[in-house]
């Protein structure tokens, strides 16, 4: 599944919108997201960003080995969007580094 997560903007053809963070998380948790665009500002300001989404994920790719979704930031908030970007970024490169090779060594497998 394609997964556009924002509260304003309709997503791009062939993606589904979510407007929350935790109806993402339920999705990336039962493994059903392919595809993830990412917008920063999300509703109110205290309500928690695209930011604090990606760093979840993050956390979960570096202490669970999780292998993520295909990640996309469409923000229009320059700042957000690059803070983002930056986290997106490191998460390939550890993915790149460290799961993907170990993936490979399995034949694509899950360790058990």
């Known amino acids: ?17 979510i407007r929350t963070i935790e109806e993402v998380i ?22 928690k960003s695209g930011y604090d989404l990606v760093s979840w994920i993050e956390e979960k790719v570096m202490k669970e080995n999780w292998v993520p979704p295909n990640l996309y930031c469409h923000s229009m908030n320059p700042v957000g969007k690059d803070k983002i970007q930056l ?26």
């Open 87 to 112: 986290v997106i970024d490191r998460i390939g490169r550890y993915v790149e580094a460290y799961i993907k090779p170990f993936k490979d060594n399995l034949g694509g497998k899950e360790a058990r």
């Open 26 to 47: 339920a999705l990336l948790e039962n493994g059903l997201v392919t595809d993830l665009s990412l917008d920063h500002d999300l509703g109110s300001c205290d309500s």
């Open 1 to 17: 599944m394609k997964v556009f997560l924002d509260d304003v903007r309709s997503p791009y053809e062939g993606w589904n919108q």
